[in-house]
C-alpha cells in the first residue's frame, strides 16, 4: 500500500471543518463538545476520523427518525 492510498486515522480542526463542511463557529457550538480531543504537545489537537464518522451517521440517523415523526402526524 503506497503512503497515498493510506486514509488518516487522525485529523487536525481545519482538516475537519473542510471533511464536515462547517464553519469554526458552528463547530465549536454544536459538534466540538461531542467528539474526544486527541492533544499532541501543548497545542496540537486531533480528532478521530471514525469518531466523526460515527457523529455524522448519528445526525443522519436522528434527521432521518425525526422526518419519519413529522410525516406521520
Do not use: W
Not at 497545542?43 to 410525516?71: G, M, P, S, V, W
Amino acid at each position: 500500500m503506497s503512503r497515498s492510498e493510506l486514509k488518516p486515522r487522525l485529523l487536525q480542526l481545519p482538516d475537519v471543518l473542510h471533511y464536515m463542511g462547517v464553519k469554526k463557529q458552528y463547530f465549536n457550538k454544536y459538534i466540538r463538545k461531542q467528539l474526544s480531543e486527541i492533544k499532541f504537545g501543548y497545542r496540537t489537537i486531533f480528532f478521530e476520523l471514525a469518531e466523526i464518522d460515527a457523529y455524522i451517521d448519528n445526525a443522519k440517523r436522528e434527521k432521518d427518525h425525526a422526518k419519519r415523526n413529522c410525516q406521520a402526524r
